[in-house]
C-alpha cells in the first residue's frame, strides 16, 4: 500500500526529470518552426517550405522522431527555449541538387543542425523524400550521401 502510494508521487516526479535532460517526448512542430531559420535565398512562405512544414506536420511522433534524428541527431526537442544552443536552418542545396530537384534527396549537416531542401515540385514528392532521407541516420556515411544525391530507384 505505502510502496504504491510512494510510486504515484515518484514516477510523475520522474518523468519531469525525464524531460528537463532529455527533452520534450513529443516533437512539437510550431516548437521547432519558432526556431527555424532561412538561407537568405529561400523564402518561408514559399509553396515548398509551406509543403516542407505541412510534411512534418502530419507525420506521426515515429516519423517526426526520425526526421529530427537525420538533421541533428537527437530525437528530441531541447527541454526549454534557453536550451537551444543554436536554431534549425534550411539552406539551398548544392547546384547539382537545385538542378534536378525532385530526383535529390534532402542532406543534413547534424553538427549545424540544418537541412540543405531541394525545391520539390509537389507535396508528394517532398513527404517520400523526407521520409526515406529520415531513415538514413548513418553518422559517418558523407562520402556515401555525397556520392548517392540522386535516387536511384523509382519512389
Known amino acids: 500500500m505505502i510502496f504504491s502510494q510512494f510510486m504515484l508521487i515518484?514516477?510523475?516526479?520522474?518523468l519531469q526529470?525525464?524531460?528537463?535532460?532529455?527533452?520534450?517526448?513529443?516533437?512539437?512542430?510550431a516548437v521547432l518552426r519558432r526556431h527555424t531559420e532561412y538561407d537568405d535565398n529561400i523564402d518561408p512562405h514559399s509553396a515548398y517550405i509551406k509543403n516542407f512544414w505541412r510534411v512534418l506536420e502530419e507525420m506521426s511522433l515515429q516519423e517526426r522522431k526520425r526526421f529530427l534524428k537525420f538533421v541533428s541527431s537527437r530525437s528530441r526537442l531541447p527541454a526549454s527555449p534557453q536550451d537551444w544552443v543554436m536554431p534549425f536552418k534550411i539552406i539551398l542545396p548544392q547546384m547539382r541538387m537545385r538542378e534536378k530537384?525532385?530526383?535529390?534527396?534532402?542532406?543534413a549537416q547534424t553538427c549545424f543542425f540544418t537541412l540543405s531542401l531541394?525545391?520539390?515540385?509537389?507535396?508528394?514528392?517532398m513527404k517520400s523524400a523526407l521520409l526515406k532521407a529520415s531513415e538514413c541516420v548513418e553518422m559517418d556515411a558523407d562520402e556515401a550521401v555525397n556520392d548517392n544525391v540522386y535516387w536511384s530507384d523509382n519512389r
Not at 526529470?17 to 520534450?24: A, D, K, P, T, W
Open 10 to 14: 515518484l514516477i510523475p516526479c520522474l
Open 17 to 29: 526529470v525525464e524531460e528537463l535532460i532529455c527533452g520534450q517526448g513529443d516533437v512539437d512542430i
Open 101 to 107: 530537384p525532385d530526383e535529390a534527396f534532402p542532406y
Open 118 to 125: 531541394p525545391e520539390y515540385s509537389t507535396y508528394e514528392i
